[in-house]
């Protein structure tokens, strides 16, 4: 089975803070993602990478920013926190034939 | 711009009853469609969809997929209060890494 770790359930952190959020895979998969889910908006794309050192911008990629140095970890940043980032943030990896698989999500409470 | 409806956006229902979860797209380039279910946590696979008019099946949930009216029905027989859960529909197009998903349908099956 895939397996998509998160490094945290949950998380709170304050204003202006650096919050970094990484996300491990153990399946080989080249295209990693990351998502915010929030009520009423279901879940949208911040950034996404297809391959090692390769990143592209989702559809709301501003406040944010991703690293993928090795292939198997993604990782999220927020450069400086707001209180308009709390969320559950969802990191997911895609296999070959298109497939999704997600971890566990770490919601994240700017305070 | 692509799009992914789904409906209803909330369904209350008594154990036993059938459901219809309704997604209807307007995808460039369509590739496949895939049903997940999301309880407290990230969402799990149920379904992907490739070919039109094949339906899947998986105990008492099934789905069928029509490209050419480009929509999509996940049907539950038998509900129980375990299938409580939002269900998201989400479709890969051809060109695109990214899975674009609909708000999703909450359902809540009481005892």
């Known amino acids: 089975d895939v397996k998509v770790t998160q490094s945290s359930r949950y998380l709170v952190k304050r204003t202006g803070e650096k919050v970094f959020l990484e996300c491990v895979q153990d399946m080989d998969h080249e295209n990693m993602f990351w998502y915010r889910q929030d009520p009423g908006l279901g879940l949208r794309l911040i950034y996404f990478?297809?391959?090692?050192?390769?990143?592209e911008k989702g559809d709301i990629p501003e406040g944010y920013s991703v690293s993928r140095e090795k292939k198997e970890r993604f990782s999220l940043i927020l450069e400086s926190a707001s209180t308009n980032q709390t969320s559950m943030y969802l990191c997911a990896s895609k296999s070959g034939d298109g497939r999704q698989y997600f971890g566990p999500g770490t919601r994240l409470t700017v305070t | 711009e692509d799009k992914v409806v789904q409906s209803p956006l909330s369904l209350v229902v008594h154990e036993g009853d059938t459901v219809t979860l309704n997604c209807s797209y307007e995808v460039t380039n369509f590739r496949s469609l895939l049903w997940y279910k999301q309880e407290k946590k990230a969402p799990t696979f149920l379904f992907m969809l490739t070919s039109s008019g094949i339906e899947k099946k998986s105990g008492r949930l099934s789905s069928i997929l029509d490209k050419k009216e480009l929509f999509s029905i996940l049907n539950i027989t038998a509900t129980q209060t375990g299938d409580s859960a939002v269900y998201l529909c989400a479709v890969i197009p051809n060109s695109g890494y990214a899975l674009n998903f609909g708000k999703g349908t909450s359902l809540l099956v009481t005892p």
């Open positions: 990478s297809y391959d090692v050192k390769m990143k």
